[in-house]
């Protein structure tokens, strides 16, 4: 017989334990370091657009829409549009919310493949940097005073950037939702060579996150959902509002 309330009750008790194997994270890092140099996380889509995640992320980002219900995402980098599609596909599920998507440059041709799908009625893109004050001015007028907001950084990685997004953007989350800081992987891979970047160990979004983090009690790591990915591009970095 099933019994669904045993069954996530395991899958938690397993979640705990694997997160306490220090053998199994260590091959789970191995395995993100060794992959990396193939863009690994390029090679799923999402609806027919890239979208540049590992699966494990991609799974636990709409088992967070689910289980949350935001009315509003924010994210910022929207690149080939991805992500933006995932989350106004999972909203149109559940009939309510509108999605946010804000990049320095949104080419034409990508703002078309994005807006063609039925329920990009729910999407909105801003072309500007996420961290200029009119630009956070005109999301910040998108709040409604009823929404429940859910935020996600994947933008430039780089420590200032980053903090900078999370004194701006982070306030915007509404007590039960999610704050996501994608890429904190950063932080335990090897300096990128073929690809030179301006962030790295040292300069990227954990670094940022751990800053922010000293300067507000608002938030928490969900630990549950650390322990049970392994394999993710944002260790840390999902968080919950707490106040």
């Known amino acids: ?6 069954f996530e009750s395991d899958k938690r008790r397993h979640a705990a334990e694997q997160g306490r194997d220090s053998r199994l994270k260590a091959l789970a890092q191995d395995f993100n370091a060794a992959s990396y140099q193939y863009d690994y996380g390029y090679q799923w889509t999402w609806l027919g657009l890239p979208i540049i995640q590992l699966p494990t992320d991609i799974v636990a980002v709409q088992e967070i829409l689910w289980e949350t219900k935001p009315t ?10 991805g992500s933006i599609v995932l989350y106004a596909s999972i909203l149109q599920l559940l009939n309510e919310g509108r999605v946010v998507g804000i990049d320095r440059t949104i080419p034409e041709q990508n703002r078309r493949e994005i807006m063609k799908y039925p329920f990009s009625h729910r999407i909105s893109l801003i072309e500007g940097s996420s961290i200029d004050e009119a630009v956070v001015g005109n999301v910040r007028a998108m709040v409604k005073p009823d929404d429940r907001v859910m935020v996600v ?3 430039s990685h780089t420590h200032e950037h980053v ?13 039960g939702q999610y704050l996501i800081v994608s890429d904190t992987s950063v932080e335990y891979l090897p300096p990128q060579t073929p690809r030179k970047r301006p962030w790295g160990p040292g300069s990227n979004p ?16 969900d630990q549950h959902i650390d322990d049970k990915l392994l394999l993710t591009y944002t260790p840390h970095g999902y968080l919950r509002c707490v106040a």
């Open 1 to 6: 017989m099933f019994d669904r309330i045993a």
């Open 72 to 81: 509003l995402v924010i994210e910022t980098g929207v690149a080939w549009g």
């Open 153 to 155: 950084l994947d933008s």
């Open 163 to 175: 903090l900078a997004e999370l004194r701006a953007l982070a306030p915007l989350v509404t007590n």
């Open 206 to 221: 954990l670094t940022a996150l751990r800053a922010y983090l000293a300067e507000t009690a608002r938030f928490e790591t």
